[in-house]
């Protein structure tokens, strides 16, 4: 995975290696402890914890141009990771900081008792999730279609890897109906309800009892 290590004062190289893990692990510990003990609040700083880290990854991979995902994409080929390097790393990079962004804001919902406040304003405007998640679907698409080290190192990779290709072109058409729904809402909230009512069907008529 990134390095986050620009954001944090060490120097070795070593404590980069685990520091993510040791945040994810935490994070996770945090949330529960308080799932168990029933205490709301510990479970939204673990999943605060989470979503920074989320977002130092995301800032990093923008910044470094680079992501390793750490997957391995064919055992008989190559030992090597998905290696992503510029426009693919930086779709990547905006992933991870959209996906912290998200968990940070849902940390506070929780945290400071917001949830009533929340499903009222998701339910006047559904737009703020769906298009987050339009883009979330987009840069996943963009950031497999722009290839990386390996996926075009040679006809049999490219042979290999042809289902994430498929896969992502199917996922950016889906991208981008999502992103443009709620853009849409967004823009248009009230001609976005007229169309939402008019899709809903007509009552059932009522049988007269005799």
């Known amino acids: 995975m990134v390095s986050i290590g620009k954001y944090l004062p060490m120097k070795n190289k070593k404590y980069r290696v685990y520091l993510l893990p040791a945040i994810f692990l935490l994070a996770v510990a945090l949330v529960y402890i308080g799932d168990k003990l029933v205490l709301s609040r510990m479970q939204a700083i673990g999943a605060a914890i989470l979503g920074f880290g989320l977002v130092a990854v995301g800032l990093e991979s923008i910044r470094a141009r680079y992501f390793d995902i750490g997957v391995d994409p064919g055992n008989l080929l190559s030992s090597s990771r998905f290696k992503f390097r510029g426009t693919g790393a930086i779709f990547w990079g905006l992933l991870f900081l959209t996906l912290g962004l998200g968990t940070v804001a849902a940390a506070g919902v929780i945290f400071f008792d917001l949830g009533g406040a929340a499903e ?91």
């Open 120 to 210: 009222r304003l998701l339910s006047d405007r559904p737009g703020i999730v769906i298009a987050p998640l339009g883009f979330i679907f987009l840069c996943t698409a963009v950031g497999w279609l722009s290839g990386d080290e390996q996926m075009n190192a040679s006809v049999l990779m490219f042979i290999v890897t042809l289902p994430h290709r498929i896969g992502a072109v199917i996922t950016l058409l889906f991208a981008l109906a999502v992103l443009g729904v709620g853009l849409f809402e967004l823009v248009a909230p009230e001609a976005f309800d007229q169309i939402v009512a008019s899709l809903k069907p007509p009552p059932a008529p009522k049988v007269l009892s005799r």
